[in-house]
Each structure stands twice: as structure tokens, then as C-alpha cells.
């Protein structure tokens, strides 16, 4: 099989950026992939990042490599975390804080206190991992295009940040929640998760691209059966609300501009022949908020083996839709809009 010029748009949600990873170890093994351009918000955009600067040292193989680095240096720097599981969840193997009295707490007081007030010094314990384990300078030379969101507090609106732009500051203001860090400052600007503008930000993919496929790749679920009717389960429906609320509107924009935009010509040309394909799993229903805290080895390592399985039930069935049509039924999108 030939080779594939591809796009990919990683979603961020914390630790449960993991089975992000297990999807790109995957994608990383087939030969007919070639990456054209990447976008990720939060823990996508540092999943992208160190891909990128991986596969500029030694191709994929050093790509899977460096994300491997990534997620083990993640979990050994919250070796002594306070946010462990209680030892009811490790009894039943469930993966939640909600149980965890450190947790309990934090969130408690995250209702009273901002990270100004309990974290006066604004340390940040990912920004040693990334210094470390990204060369920044490879980065912005690398031929993957990266795009990396974060939202400017004072705006409102979403920016997109590009490979030579790209810095420790950059990733961690991508992932910054806003009840847990200092909003981090970027030529005078402070910035926040960028999950709150682009989950991730799909228009320079398709504007600044050669590729016409991007896969998506998806932690946060859409749809959840039932009402949420705990405080935990309130809460973390109400994130997932608000992480994907960007993402599905670029999406319906995405199909109502397939169904006017004319494939052969003009400005709209590459939005209509724009290919989009998913990969996401039902595992995630399984796990509330408070998992995307947790980074013991065994969970980051189940995340990933998930991911790397969803990953390869995708390409069984899809690889030979890639480059050829759409798997995700954009239309779909639009009914009841």
C-alpha cells in the first residue's frame, strides 16, 4: 500500500490523553502512514509535540519512543502525588478519585481558593517533563505542521500556536485549567486550556494542509445514556458538555460546507473535499473526572493498550477508506441543527 499523507486532531482530557497515546502507537507501526499536520489542545498538543520532535530524531520508531518517555516521565514525577486511589477502588480495581480524601479536598477548595491562593509560587510540576523531554528547537523545524490551542483569558477566543511558536509556556498554557494553575502569560497575554476554544481546532489542518484525511482522535464521549444525577456525575458531564462543544461546531461547519462548497475550485474547494475519520471507544463512559488525575503506571498503561486496540479495530476496518471517502457520517451532525 502506498503512502497516505494524513492529519490528525488530538482531543485533551488529562491523563486519558494515554489512550491518545496507544492510537498514535499504533498509527506509528503502519508503513502507508505519512503525517502531514497535527492539532492538539491540552494533553493532545503535548502528545503531538513530542511525536513530532520523536519522529524528526528518528522516525516513527523514535516517535513511539519519545511518547513512551513522555507518559513514563508524566507518571514517575507523581510517584508521591497526593491524589492516589483509596483503597476501596484498589480492592475493586475501579480507576477513580472520588473516594480519595487529597482529592476530596482540593476540589473542596478549588470552591474557595484559586491556584493563586494555594499555589502563590504557580509551580507546575509538567514543565520540567517538557523542557527535558521535547527539544523545542527540532520542534520548530520538524515537517509534521503542529497547530496547538490555547484560550486567551482576556479575548475569549481561541489561538493557535505553530511550530516555531511552540515552547514550554505555549504546552502548558494548552493544558492550564484555570481552578488548578496560573493562567500562563504569552507575549502579555495570559492563556487557558485551550479545550475551552478548540477541542482541538480543526480549520488550519484543512486551510494549511496538503492532506485530505484527519483523523480524529477522541477521549471525551459525545453522548452518555442516562441523567447525571451525583455531584461527580454533574460535573463531569458538564466538562465533557464543554470540551467537545467547540469541536462539534467545526465539525457542522465542516458538513454544511461540503454540502455547498464547489470540490474543484475556490477557496472552499478544500473544505469540501475534506475527509474526516474517528477513533474513539466506549471505554471512556466507564471513567468520570476524577481519572484524569490519576497516573499510576497500570492506568496509563491500560489507556494506552485501549487505544492501541481501538486503534487497530479502525484500520481493519477503514484503512482502505483513507483517501477515498469519509467513515464519519458528518450529516449526522446536522440533524435537529
Known amino acids: 500500500m502506498k503512502t497516505l499523507p494524513i492529519d490528525l486532531a488530538l482531543q485533551g482530557g488529562g491523563s486519558h490523553g494515554a489512550f491518545t497515546w496507544g492510537v498514535l502507537d499504533r498509527l506509528l507501526e503502519e508503513p502507508w502512514v505519512r503525517l502531514d499536520g497535527i492539532s492538539g489542545t491540552s494533553a493532545g498538543a503535548m502528545n503531538a509535540a513530542v511525536l513530532a520532535c520523536g519522529h524528526a530524531a528518528g522516525g516513527p520508531e523514535g516517535a513511539r519512543e519519545a511518547l513512551e518517555n513522555f507518559w513514563r516521565g508524566v507518571s514517575d514525577a507523581a510517584r508521591y502525588s497526593p491524589f492516589r486511589r483509596g483503597w476501596t477502588e484498589m480492592m475493586t480495581g475501579t480507576w477513580s478519585l472520588d473516594s480519595s480524601p487529597a ?38 523545524s520538524s515537517p509534521i505542521k503542529l497547530f496547538v490551542t490555547a484560550t486567551n483569558v482576556r479575548t475569549g477566543r481561541g489561538r493557535v500556536f ?49 492532506s485530505s484525511d484527519t483523523i480524529l482522535v477522541q477521549i471525551n464521549p459525545v453522548e452518555r445514556p442516562g441523567v447525571p444525577r451525583s455531584a461527580q456525575d454533574i460535573t463531569n458531564r458538564l466538562n465533557e458538555i464543554s470540551f467537545n462543544s467547540p469541536l462539534l461546531k467545526e465539525l457542522r461547519m465542516i458538513a454544511l460546507l461540503h454540502q455547498v462548497a464547489d470540490p474543484g475550485r475556490g477557496e472552499g474547494a478544500a473544505w469540501a473535499r475534506m475527509r474526516i475519520h474517528r477513533i474513539a471507544t466506549e471505554a471512556m463512559l466507564e471513567l468520570g473526572y476524577s481519572s484524569k488525575m490519576i497516573t499510576e503506571w497500570a492506568f496509563l498503561c491500560k489507556l494506552r493498550d485501549e487505544g492501541r486496540h481501538t486503534a487497530s479495530a479502525f484500520i481493519d476496518a477503514h484503512a482502505g477508506d483513507i483517501g477515498k471517502r469519509s467513515t464519519l457520517d458528518l450529516d449526522a451532525l446536522l440533524e435537529g441543527v
Open 162 to 210: 505553530r511550530n516555531a511558536e511552540i515552547g514550554p509556556d505555549v504546552l502548558l498554557a494548552s493544558a492550564c485549567l484555570p481552578t488548578m494553575f496560573h493562567a500562563v502569560e504569552i507575549d502579555g497575554d495570559p492563556y487557558w486550556d485551550g479545550g475551552y476554544a478548540g477541542n482541538p481546532t480543526m480549520t488550519p489542518l484543512i486551510r494549511e494542509c496538503q
Open 103 to 140: 482529592f476530596v479536598a482540593i476540589e473542596m477548595a478549588t470552591r474557595l481558593w484559586s491556584p493563586y491562593d494555594l499555589n502563590p509560587q504557580g509551580m507546575n510540576p509538567l514543565r520540567g517533563i517538557l523542557a527535558d523531554l521535547i527539544d523545542f528547537e527540532r520542534l520548530a
